[in-house]
């Protein structure tokens, strides 16, 4: 019991000081703008990348947001060919959203930025820190897939 305990304060006292900097690593990762979209247009390409075919309803309420404001962003990515809604084959009635082929290379590009950026600032860590960066990045990674499990 008392090795659980002392494991629980432990992980507490990680998590109070790990968290913070996730969150500003997340923030500055998506605050620039990066080939012409904003970073909340490339959160919507990113979920319409993972679930092709979903519906702008689908996002709306995804997104917590009315089904008109969604329909606007959508429109914007659509104008800027990024986005092509596309009729169900089984449900004529449903619109679906995917990604063009400009929708894809967009995202590529946001991606090799993003990781420039950050590789960038990896760069300036001593050897010995990057080292303990990559030793972190797999079980980080581990705890957002027993995330997705428990969900």
């Known amino acids: ?11 507490m006292a990680v998590a109070d000081s790990l968290r913070p ?8 990762l ?5 080939a012409g979209v904003s970073p909340h247009q490339v959160g ?20 917590r947001v009315s089904t008109a404001a969604m329909s ?3 429109s914007r990515l659509e104008r800027d060919g990024l986005v092509a809604r596309t009729q169900s084959e089984s449900d004529r009635r449903r619109i679906g959203l995917t990604l063009t082929d400009e929708g894809q290379r ?7 930025r993003r990781t420039a950026w950050l590789a960038s600032r990896l760069n300036a860590l001593s ?3 990057l080292a ?3 030793a972190a990045a797999e079980p980080l990674a581990r705890l957002l897939e027993t995330e997705k499990g428990s969900a």
């Open 1 to 11: 019991m008392a090795q659980t305990t002392k494991q629980q304060l432990e992980a």
């Open 21 to 28: 900097t996730l969150l500003r690593l997340a923030r500055d």
């Open 30 to 34: 998506r605050r620039e703008k990066i």
């Open 44 to 63: 919507l390409l990113v979920a319409i990348k993972y679930a092709p075919g979903v519906t702008v309803g689908e996002l709306a309420a995804e997104e």
């Open 72 to 74: 606007k962003r959508v």
């Open 106 to 112: 967009t995202l590529r590009r946001v991606r090799s």
């Open 127 to 129: 050897p010995a820190e």
């Open 132 to 134: 303990a960066v990559s």
